[in-house]
Protein backbone atom coordinates (compact mmCIF):
# COMPACT_ATOMS: atom_id res chain seq x y z
CA UNK A 1 0.00 0.00 0.00
CA UNK A 2 0.74 3.60 -1.09
CA UNK A 3 0.44 5.59 1.85
CA UNK A 4 0.24 8.85 3.30
CA UNK A 5 0.43 10.13 6.93
CA UNK A 6 -0.01 13.63 7.52
CA UNK A 7 2.01 14.33 10.72
CA UNK A 8 4.07 10.88 11.19
CA UNK A 9 6.53 12.60 13.88
CA UNK A 10 4.04 12.90 16.97
CA UNK A 11 3.45 10.32 19.17
CA UNK A 12 0.22 8.82 17.53
CA UNK A 13 1.58 9.33 14.07
CA UNK A 14 5.19 8.17 14.43
CA UNK A 15 3.37 4.77 15.89
CA UNK A 16 1.36 4.62 12.90
CA UNK A 17 4.58 5.26 10.31
CA UNK A 18 6.35 2.78 12.52
CA UNK A 19 3.66 -0.15 12.19
CA UNK A 20 2.86 0.69 8.59
CA UNK A 21 6.58 0.20 7.56
CA UNK A 22 6.94 -2.97 9.86
CA UNK A 23 3.75 -4.20 7.48
CA UNK A 24 6.01 -3.84 4.50
CA UNK A 25 3.65 -0.58 3.49
CA UNK A 26 4.82 2.35 1.20
CA UNK A 27 4.97 5.14 3.83
CA UNK A 28 5.58 8.97 3.55
CA UNK A 29 5.15 10.97 6.57
CA UNK A 30 4.31 15.07 5.64
CA UNK A 31 4.83 17.20 8.66
CA UNK A 32 6.83 20.08 10.27
CA UNK A 33 9.31 17.59 12.00
CA UNK A 34 8.97 19.70 14.93
CA UNK A 35 7.85 17.00 17.04
CA UNK A 36 11.25 14.85 16.76
CA UNK A 37 12.16 12.34 13.23
CA UNK A 38 10.36 10.10 11.37
CA UNK A 39 10.37 6.49 12.36
CA UNK A 40 13.11 4.80 10.11
CA UNK A 41 11.51 3.41 6.47
CA UNK A 42 9.49 6.03 6.08
CA UNK A 43 9.87 9.06 3.45
CA UNK A 44 9.84 12.59 5.20
CA UNK A 45 8.74 15.61 3.70
CA UNK A 46 8.98 18.12 5.64
CA UNK A 47 5.86 21.01 5.15
CA UNK A 48 4.07 23.27 6.54
CA UNK A 49 0.38 22.52 5.92
CA UNK A 50 -0.86 26.10 6.79
CA UNK A 51 1.41 27.42 3.74
CA UNK A 52 0.62 27.28 0.01
CA UNK A 53 2.31 24.29 -2.05
CA UNK A 54 2.39 22.33 0.87
CA UNK A 55 1.65 18.80 -1.02
CA UNK A 56 3.56 19.79 -3.93
CA UNK A 57 6.39 17.12 -2.84
CA UNK A 58 3.80 14.27 -2.42
CA UNK A 59 2.96 13.58 -6.25
CA UNK A 60 1.15 10.52 -7.50
CA UNK A 61 -1.72 8.54 -6.87
CA UNK A 62 -2.37 7.28 -2.85
CA UNK A 63 -3.56 4.31 -1.67
CA UNK A 64 -4.49 5.38 1.55
CA UNK A 65 -3.65 9.43 3.14
CA UNK A 66 -3.79 9.00 7.13
CA UNK A 67 -4.78 12.30 8.83
CA UNK A 68 -4.60 13.11 12.33
CA UNK A 69 -5.16 17.38 12.40
CA UNK A 70 -7.31 19.41 14.66
CA UNK A 71 -7.49 22.34 11.91
CA UNK A 72 -10.59 22.17 9.73
CA UNK A 73 -8.36 24.43 7.46
CA UNK A 74 -5.63 21.86 7.28
CA UNK A 75 -8.15 19.39 6.56
CA UNK A 76 -9.37 20.89 3.85
CA UNK A 77 -6.66 22.25 2.06
CA UNK A 78 -4.80 18.31 2.08
CA UNK A 79 -8.71 17.36 0.49
CA UNK A 80 -8.60 20.09 -1.87
CA UNK A 81 -4.73 18.88 -3.29
CA UNK A 82 -5.26 14.76 -2.29
CA UNK A 83 -8.73 13.72 -2.22
CA UNK A 84 -9.00 12.89 -6.14
CA UNK A 85 -6.16 10.56 -6.45
CA UNK A 86 -6.39 9.12 -3.04
CA UNK A 87 -8.52 5.97 -3.06
CA UNK A 88 -9.29 6.36 1.00
CA UNK A 89 -8.72 8.64 3.49
CA UNK A 90 -8.50 7.93 7.18
CA UNK A 91 -9.60 10.80 10.14
CA UNK A 92 -8.44 10.37 14.00
CA UNK A 93 -11.33 12.51 15.15
CA UNK A 94 -12.23 12.48 18.67
CA UNK A 95 -14.71 11.61 21.46
CA UNK A 96 -15.49 15.23 22.21
CA UNK A 97 -17.39 15.60 18.71
CA UNK A 98 -20.44 14.51 21.33
CA UNK A 99 -22.01 17.40 22.62
CA UNK A 100 -24.04 16.19 25.33
CA UNK A 101 -21.26 14.17 28.29
CA UNK A 102 -23.91 13.02 30.21
CA UNK A 103 -24.74 10.39 27.73
CA UNK A 104 -23.20 6.84 29.02
CA UNK A 105 -22.40 4.14 26.44
CA UNK A 106 -23.75 6.24 23.56
CA UNK A 107 -23.14 5.36 19.99
CA UNK A 108 -22.20 7.36 16.86
CA UNK A 109 -25.34 8.22 16.26
CA UNK A 110 -25.38 10.92 19.44
CA UNK A 111 -25.64 14.68 18.62
CA UNK A 112 -22.43 16.47 17.73
CA UNK A 113 -21.04 20.01 18.38
CA UNK A 114 -21.70 22.66 15.78
CA UNK A 115 -18.38 22.57 13.36
CA UNK A 116 -16.58 25.48 14.01
CA UNK A 117 -16.99 28.26 11.54
CA UNK A 118 -13.44 29.15 10.91
CA UNK A 119 -9.87 27.08 9.53
CA UNK A 120 -8.56 27.37 12.85
CA UNK A 121 -8.91 26.61 16.50
CA UNK A 122 -7.62 29.05 18.80
CA UNK A 123 -8.25 27.59 22.29
CA UNK A 124 -9.38 23.58 23.67
CA UNK A 125 -12.65 24.61 24.50
CA UNK A 126 -13.49 24.73 20.33
CA UNK A 127 -11.05 21.26 20.09
CA UNK A 128 -14.80 19.18 19.69
CA UNK A 129 -16.39 21.50 17.20
CA UNK A 130 -12.98 21.85 15.40
CA UNK A 131 -13.07 18.13 14.74
CA UNK A 132 -16.91 17.81 13.68
CA UNK A 133 -15.65 20.84 11.04
CA UNK A 134 -12.81 18.17 9.95
CA UNK A 135 -14.99 15.11 9.89
CA UNK A 136 -17.41 17.09 7.98
CA UNK A 137 -15.23 18.37 4.80
CA UNK A 138 -13.43 14.49 4.60
CA UNK A 139 -17.01 13.28 4.45
CA UNK A 140 -17.83 15.48 2.30
CA UNK A 141 -14.78 14.94 0.01
CA UNK A 142 -14.42 11.68 0.33
CA UNK A 143 -17.90 9.75 1.11
CA UNK A 144 -17.96 5.97 1.10
CA UNK A 145 -13.98 6.30 0.64
CA UNK A 146 -13.47 7.77 3.89
CA UNK A 147 -13.69 6.34 7.66
CA UNK A 148 -14.15 8.73 10.87
CA UNK A 149 -12.16 7.22 14.16
CA UNK A 150 -13.96 9.13 16.91
CA UNK A 151 -11.28 8.03 19.77
CA UNK A 152 -11.49 8.92 23.57
CA UNK A 153 -8.34 8.34 26.06
CA UNK A 154 -5.34 7.11 24.54
CA UNK A 155 -2.68 5.73 26.76
CA UNK A 156 0.48 3.53 26.73
CA UNK A 157 4.09 4.36 27.01
CA UNK A 158 5.09 8.09 25.57
CA UNK A 159 2.09 9.87 26.95
CA UNK A 160 2.63 12.81 27.99
CA UNK A 161 -0.38 14.12 29.01
CA UNK A 162 -0.21 12.13 32.46
CA UNK A 163 -3.65 11.23 32.22
CA UNK A 164 -2.99 7.33 31.46
CA UNK A 165 0.78 7.34 32.93
CA UNK A 166 -0.12 9.44 37.03
CA UNK A 167 -1.61 6.69 38.82
CA UNK A 168 0.65 3.97 37.66
CA UNK A 169 3.34 6.18 38.63
CA UNK A 170 2.08 7.59 41.87
CA UNK A 171 1.41 3.83 43.17
CA UNK A 172 4.32 2.78 42.62
CA UNK A 173 6.01 6.16 44.01
CA UNK A 174 3.85 7.87 46.65
CA UNK A 175 4.42 11.34 48.07
CA UNK A 176 4.11 10.04 51.98
CA UNK A 177 6.69 7.00 53.87
CA UNK A 178 3.92 5.11 54.40
CA UNK A 179 2.72 4.69 50.78
CA UNK A 180 -0.53 6.96 51.38
CA UNK A 181 -2.17 7.75 47.86
CA UNK A 182 -5.11 10.32 47.49
CA UNK A 183 -7.78 8.77 44.82
CA UNK A 184 -11.14 9.56 44.06
CA UNK A 185 -14.30 7.83 45.13
CA UNK A 186 -15.97 8.04 41.79
CA UNK A 187 -17.63 5.01 40.18
CA UNK A 188 -17.70 6.65 36.69
CA UNK A 189 -16.38 4.37 33.39
CA UNK A 190 -13.11 4.97 32.01
CA UNK A 191 -11.92 3.78 28.77
CA UNK A 192 -8.14 3.70 28.06
CA UNK A 193 -6.92 2.57 24.60
CA UNK A 194 -3.01 1.72 23.81
CA UNK A 195 -1.64 3.99 21.38
CA UNK A 196 -0.03 0.82 19.68
CA UNK A 197 -3.30 -0.67 19.12
CA UNK A 198 -4.96 2.87 18.00
CA UNK A 199 -2.19 2.99 15.59
CA UNK A 200 -2.96 -1.18 14.47
CA UNK A 201 -6.71 0.00 14.20
CA UNK A 202 -6.19 3.04 12.31
CA UNK A 203 -3.47 1.52 9.35
CA UNK A 204 -6.51 -1.79 9.16
CA UNK A 205 -9.38 0.86 8.71
CA UNK A 206 -6.64 1.84 5.64
CA UNK A 207 -6.11 -1.21 4.52
CA UNK A 208 -9.61 -2.86 4.55
CA UNK A 209 -11.09 0.50 3.10
CA UNK A 210 -13.26 0.64 6.20
CA UNK A 211 -15.98 3.68 5.99
CA UNK A 212 -18.10 5.54 7.63
CA UNK A 213 -17.97 6.39 11.83
CA UNK A 214 -16.91 4.30 14.46
CA UNK A 215 -16.04 4.97 17.98
CA UNK A 216 -12.48 3.56 19.51
CA UNK A 217 -11.46 3.38 22.84
CA UNK A 218 -10.51 1.29 24.87
CA UNK A 219 -12.36 -1.86 27.14
CA UNK A 220 -14.62 -0.21 29.44
CA UNK A 221 -13.26 -0.47 33.48
CA UNK A 222 -14.96 1.88 36.13
CA UNK A 223 -12.39 4.15 37.71
CA UNK A 224 -12.19 2.02 40.59
CA UNK A 225 -11.40 -1.39 38.36
CA UNK A 226 -8.99 1.33 36.60
CA UNK A 227 -7.31 2.44 40.00
CA UNK A 228 -6.87 -1.48 41.25
CA UNK A 229 -4.88 -2.27 37.97
CA UNK A 230 -2.48 0.38 38.11
CA UNK A 231 -1.73 -0.35 41.87
CA UNK A 232 -1.23 -3.95 40.78
CA UNK A 233 1.12 -3.18 38.38
CA UNK A 234 2.87 -0.99 40.28
CA UNK A 235 3.40 -3.33 43.08
CA UNK A 236 0.41 -3.07 45.01
CA UNK A 237 2.33 -1.82 48.18
CA UNK A 238 0.49 1.28 47.97
CA UNK A 239 -2.40 2.25 50.25
CA UNK A 240 -5.08 3.86 48.75
CA UNK A 241 -7.05 7.07 50.11
CA UNK A 242 -10.60 7.26 48.98
CA UNK A 243 -12.49 11.13 48.83
CA UNK A 244 -15.38 11.88 47.68
CA UNK A 245 -16.21 14.49 44.71
CA UNK A 246 -17.24 17.22 46.85
CA UNK A 247 -14.21 17.02 49.26
CA UNK A 248 -12.13 17.26 46.40
CA UNK A 249 -13.94 20.00 44.76
CA UNK A 250 -13.61 22.03 48.22
CA UNK A 251 -10.16 21.56 47.90
CA UNK A 252 -9.56 23.00 44.30
CA UNK A 253 -8.20 19.56 42.70
CA UNK A 254 -9.00 19.62 39.39
CA UNK A 255 -10.63 16.79 37.42
CA UNK A 256 -9.20 14.63 34.33
CA UNK A 257 -6.17 16.36 33.75
CA UNK A 258 -3.74 19.66 34.28
CA UNK A 259 -2.05 21.20 37.06
CA UNK A 260 -2.99 20.03 40.18
CA UNK A 261 -5.40 17.22 39.00
CA UNK A 262 -6.32 13.72 39.81
CA UNK A 263 -6.07 12.21 36.69
CA UNK A 264 -9.22 10.15 35.22
CA UNK A 265 -11.72 11.68 37.88
CA UNK A 266 -15.21 12.97 36.70
CA UNK A 267 -17.08 15.33 38.58
CA UNK A 268 -21.30 14.32 38.50
CA UNK A 269 -23.00 15.47 35.17
CA UNK A 270 -20.14 14.49 32.54
CA UNK A 271 -19.63 10.69 33.46
CA UNK A 272 -20.58 10.01 29.45
CA UNK A 273 -17.03 11.19 28.65
CA UNK A 274 -15.26 8.14 27.73
CA UNK A 275 -17.41 5.81 27.85
CA UNK A 276 -19.10 5.39 24.37
CA UNK A 277 -19.79 2.45 22.71
CA UNK A 278 -17.22 1.24 20.40
CA UNK A 279 -19.52 -1.71 19.29
CA UNK A 280 -19.00 -0.92 15.47
CA UNK A 281 -15.20 -0.77 15.97
CA UNK A 282 -14.94 -4.25 17.46
CA UNK A 283 -17.56 -5.58 14.77
CA UNK A 284 -14.90 -4.00 12.16
CA UNK A 285 -11.71 -6.04 14.56
CA UNK A 286 -10.80 -3.60 16.69
CA UNK A 287 -8.28 -5.43 18.87
CA UNK A 288 -7.19 -4.11 22.34
CA UNK A 289 -3.89 -5.36 24.72
CA UNK A 290 -5.25 -6.09 28.61
CA UNK A 291 -5.09 -2.66 30.41
CA UNK A 292 -2.41 -4.36 32.62
CA UNK A 293 -0.15 -4.83 29.89
CA UNK A 294 -0.46 -1.10 28.86
CA UNK A 295 -0.09 0.34 32.00
CA UNK A 296 2.74 -1.57 33.11
CA UNK A 297 4.89 -0.33 29.49
CA UNK A 298 3.62 2.70 30.22
CA UNK A 299 4.86 3.15 33.78
CA UNK A 300 7.98 1.04 32.48
CA UNK A 301 8.29 4.27 29.68
CA UNK A 302 8.09 6.81 32.61
CA UNK A 303 10.30 4.76 35.15
CA UNK A 304 12.63 5.28 32.07
CA UNK A 305 12.32 9.37 31.45
CA UNK A 306 11.10 10.54 34.93
CA UNK A 307 12.36 14.47 33.95
CA UNK A 308 9.53 14.06 31.21
CA UNK A 309 7.10 16.98 32.26
CA UNK A 310 3.61 15.56 32.32
CA UNK A 311 0.18 17.55 31.70
CA UNK A 312 -1.90 16.03 34.58
CA UNK A 313 -1.64 14.73 38.62
CA UNK A 314 -1.00 16.00 41.91
CA UNK A 315 2.98 16.90 42.69
CA UNK A 316 4.14 15.04 45.59
CA UNK A 317 3.99 18.62 47.62
CA UNK A 318 0.40 18.96 46.78
CA UNK A 319 -0.39 14.97 47.01
CA UNK A 320 1.17 14.96 51.20
CA UNK A 321 -0.45 18.72 52.21
CA UNK A 322 -3.99 17.25 50.54
CA UNK A 323 -3.54 13.73 52.72
CA UNK A 324 -2.07 15.61 56.19
CA UNK A 325 -5.38 17.69 55.41
CA UNK A 326 -7.93 14.99 54.90
Known sequence: MRLLVLGGTAWLGSFVVADAVARGHDVTALARGASGPVPEGARFVRADRTRAGAFDEVGGDWDAVIDVSRQPGQVRAALDA??????????????????????????????????????????????????????????????????????????????????????????????????????PEAAHPVQLIDVRDLAAWTLDAAETRASGIANVGGATHTLAEHLAVARQVAGGTAVPVPVDDAWLDA??????????????????????????????????????????????????????HPDVVLGAGLSDDDERALLAEF
Open 82 to 183: LASRTAHWVLVSTSSVYADPSIVGGDESMPTHPPLAGDEMSEMSEYGPAKVACERAVLAAMGDRAHVARVGLIGGPGDRSGRGVYWPWRFAHPSTPDGRVLV
Open 251 to 304: HDVQPWAGPRSLPLWLPPGVAGLNSSSTARAESLGLRRRPLAETLADTLAWREA
